[in-house]
């Protein structure tokens, strides 16, 4: 089993910043790759950003050049720097790694951008 303790989730204005971590526990052995995920309400899942174990970093359309992924391989962790940030950045962020071929979710933190 893998465990997750996400957090850095919050409130924030329009144009600022938010960084959010997640760190992973347990079963950590294999994991290939870790990366962040986010759901508002009323829409499906979208990827946000992810990063392999190599270093080779995928970015969803819509926060290419505002995100940046990065990992701590000795740590578990993995954050998500958030720049410039729009009330449509507001959802639900779930971290989610890829260990053997399988998917595992963390609980998700709650992002939100409004003045």
């Known amino acids: 089993q893998v465990q997750f303790v996400e957090s850095g989730g919050g409130l924030v204005q329009p144009g600022g910043s938010l960084r959010i971590s997640c760190a992973a526990s347990g079963s950590t052995v294999g994991i290939y790759a870790m990366g962040w995920y986010r759901q508002a309400p009323g829409k499906q899942r979208e990827l946000v950003a992810i990063?392999?174990?190599?270093?080779?970093?995928n970015y969803g359309i819509s926060v290419k050049g505002r995100f940046t992924i990065s990992r701590d391989n000795a740590k578990n962790t993995v954050y998500l720097q958030m720049s410039s940030l729009k009330p449509e950045d507001t959802a639900v962020y779930y971290c989610k790694i890829i260990r053997f071929g399988a998917d595992y979710w963390g609980q998700g933190t709650q992002v939100t951008v409004s003045s």
């Open positions: 990063i392999n174990s190599g270093g080779s970093t």
